[in-house]
């Protein structure tokens, strides 16, 4: 996977995704992707994100991976809720430049099983960040992205924006011991590195999120750590050596509420369970 820069260290590494403000989301024609509402982690990227429903006085949410989570990656078939968190993340305006630090009190859902995705409630509101620093959250797509679309995946941490197109989907993605289900594929423009972990991945052509960066194949070879294979309906591998992937966002709104309470529960939610 595209490591997370301390991660390198570690055993496992991913990369990250794009995103886009919601302003721009209700546009048809191309948006102009800049860095306004990504965040810079520790050794990670991230975006502050709203849903469709989000009420503006909900608390904000940061959007990461599963794999940048402070206390490490969760085990495969681990999901992680509710759990206490003082993270801070350095939000970012368009021209990448840093306007405030954002600080978390909760872990408010996190795994690494058919996904890949950590999601932080902050201190702090939509509306206080907007009045404070004019910076608006990134909107989550409700739909399924599409192939051929053109994204962009920006990089708080490197403040750093690719350029590329979806590719297309992989049926099941593996990745030493974790597999993660309908992955998005970039074509070989997004060369993402360590550091573009969590990064949002944004339609150009909404501003919207589809996407979370998270990894990619290094060296060649099949299904190990740091070089994820794709699996197939029919358990076919194939390796794609420097292609790099993201995971899908789309299924996330439907397990919040307008208050950005999570509701697993909630009808249409199939986010993995505790």
């Avoid at 350095?90 to 954002?102: H, I």
């Avoid at 960040?129 to 990134?138: C, D, N, R, T, V």
């Avoid at 739909?143 to 049926?171: E, L, R």
């Avoid at 974790?178 to 972990?197: E, F, L, M, Q």
Wanted: aromatic share 6%.
């Amino acid at each position: 996977m595209n490591k997370p820069l301390l991660a390198a260290l570690s055993v496992l590494a991913l990369a990250g995704t794009g995103v886009a403000p919601a302003v721009a989301a209700q546009r048809t024609a191309a948006v102009t992707v800049d860095f306004a509402g990504t965040v810079s982690l520790s050794n990670c990227s991230g975006s502050v994100i709203r849903f469709p429903g989000s009420a503006d006085t909900a608390p904000a949410l940061v959007l990461t991976n599963g794999h940048c989570l402070e206390t490490g990656f969760p085990d495969p078939g681990e999901v992680i809720t509710g759990q206490s968190s003082s993270r801070t993340f350095g939000l970012l305006n368009s021209a990448g430049s840093k306007v405030a630090t954002l600080r978390a009190n909760q872990v408010v859902y996190s795994t690494m099983t058919d996904t890949d995705v950590t999601i932080y409630r902050t201190t702090t509101t939509y509306a206080a960040i907007k009045s404070a620093y004019g910076i608006s959250p990134l909107t989550v797509s409700a739909t399924h992205p599409t192939a051929g679309t053109a994204i962009k995946v920006v990089s708080g941490y490197w403040k750093t924006i690719y350029s590329c197109a979806i590719d297309g989907f992989v049926y099941r993605l593996k990745e030493g011991d974790w597999t993660w289900k309908d992955s998005v594929r970039y074509t070989s423009a997004c060369n993402t590195i360590g550091g573009t972990s969590g990064s949002p991945v944004i339609d150009t052509s909404t501003g919207q999120v589809v996407a979370v960066n998270n990894t990619g194949n290094e060296d060649g070879e099949t299904c190990t750590v740091d070089n994820p294979c794709e699996v197939d309906a029919n358990g076919n591998v194939t390796v794609r050596e420097g292609i790099n992937y993201a995971e899908e966002t789309y299924t996330i709104p439907a397990c919040f509420t307008s208050a950005n309470v999570l509701s697993l529960s909630a009808s249409g939610c199939t986010l993995p369970k505790p």
